[in-house]
């Protein structure tokens, strides 16, 4: 399994869930190497490459150590690395929380539906400059289907929710977040983004970790 890379090492940390519907938990992060996507405000662009190569059961041993509640496994795009993560998954025990963070382009496998507790989706809108390719409708389904995902949107302001509006994604299972990567950025964001939650009856998401460290990576 390919790990990105931070500093000289896999990054693998504990700490406090920073988005969605679980913000706030403990956790350990597992971010995976290489996306499909490159948003033009990735605040991970170090996930993009290759990463470190990390054997399953190492891992699988490493994040025990941490004897946290949960795990969140991020990226970069996780789904790209489904076998690898299926083996990792099977290595742990079921009471662990396992929540997945995805841009939503790419259909779980059976065996993830089973087994992971929650899917952060997080579809990419224009201004990440994708183009087409940020929106799969038939993986969006897919995570629609298992009744155990959360659809988390950057936005920048109201000009972005009728994009939003026209994927037709249950109301309630919507978070809108604000698109900042600083303290500063996340103070001046935030009140655009809770007016339009009151406004389309959505829920609000902060950035927690911002909020806390700022741009820092690896907390
Ligand atoms: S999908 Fe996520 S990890 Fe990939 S480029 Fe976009 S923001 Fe970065």
């Known amino acids: 399994m390919n790990i990105a890379q931070l500093n000289t090492g896999g990054e693998i940390f504990y700490s406090l869930q920073g ?9 350990v992060f597992l971010r995976l190497a290489g996306c499909n996507l490159h948003c033009s405000w990735c605040d991970t662009k170090h996930s993009w490459g290759r990463g470190v190569a990390m054997e399953e059961k190492k ?32 290595l742990l025990p079921e009471t662990l929380y396992v929540e997945v963070e995805t841009n939503g382009t790419l259909a779980p496998t059976d065996y993830l539906k089973e087994r992971v507790n929650q899917w952060n989706v997080s579809p990419k809108l ?14 969006l389904a897919a995570f629609v289907e298992t009744g155990n995902a959360w ?18 994604l249950p109301r309630e299972r919507i978070i ?11 103070e001046t964001a935030r009140p655009a983004v809770v007016e339009m939650c009151l406004q389309h009856r959505v829920r609000f998401g902060d950035r927690l970790h911002v ?8 907390v």
């Open 19 to 27: 988005e969605g519907a679980r913000a706030g938990s403990p956790a």
């Open 59 to 90: 891992l699988a041993a490493q994040i025990l150590g941490y004897e946290s509640p949960g795990l969140v496994i991020t990226g970069g795009e996780p789904l790209m690395q489904a076998a690898a993560l299926e083996k990792l998954l099977a």
């Open 126 to 139: 224009a201004h990440a400059g994708n183009g087409a390719a940020a929106i799969v409708p038939h993986a």
């Open 151 to 168: 659809f988390k949107f950057v936005v920048t302001g109201e000009a972005d929710w009728d994009a939003i509006a026209t994927l037709g």
């Open 176 to 186: 809108l977040m604000p698109c900042a990567t600083t303290r500063e950025q996340l």
């Open 211 to 218: 909020a806390l460290w700022g741009d820092k990576k690896g």
